[in-house]
């Protein structure tokens, strides 16, 4: 019979560190995009405030990355901390379309 806790572990290295990484490739995108393109339906303070809050979560992720490699991927991440995480990469990519029609147009 599979041991329990070696399922479990398998399972957060295929789900949780991909998804870690994901997190941090979006989130590094998003902060490329906000510092090198002007939003022109955003006001500069809406910007920068934007800027920050991405650069903070980025930094919570890559600390949560961190220690779920120094664990030995042996700890994982409440999903109530993860929910921010998701709601502003969706503000991230809502803005980056939106910004993208804008140029289209």
């Known amino acids: 019979?599979?041991?329990?806790?070696?399922?479990?572990?398998?399972?957060?290295?295929q789900v949780?560190?991909?998804l870690l990484e994901d997190f941090?490739?979006?989130?590094d995108r998003s902060i490329s995009m906000i510092e090198?393109?002007?939003l022109s339906f955003?006001?500069?303070a809406e910007q920068a405030e934007l800027l920050s809050r991405v650069k903070e979560k980025l930094?919570?992720?890559q600390s949560a990355?961190?220690?779920f490699k120094a664990t030995d991927k042996q700890v994982g991440v409440d999903v109530k901390a993860?929910?921010?995480w998701h709601q502003l990469l969706m503000e991230c990519q809502a803005i980056a379309i939106r910004h993208r029609r804008n140029n289209e147009g």
């Open 42 to 44: 955003m006001t500069e």
């Open 82 to 84: 993860m929910v921010p």
């Open 65 to 67: 990355n961190l220690l």
């Open 1 to 13: 019979m599979p041991d329990p806790e070696s399922q479990n572990t398998e399972l957060m290295q």
């Open 36 to 38: 090198n393109e002007r």
């Open 24 to 27: 941090i490739y979006w989130f």
């Open 16 to 18: 949780l560190e991909p």
């Open 59 to 61: 930094r919570e992720v």
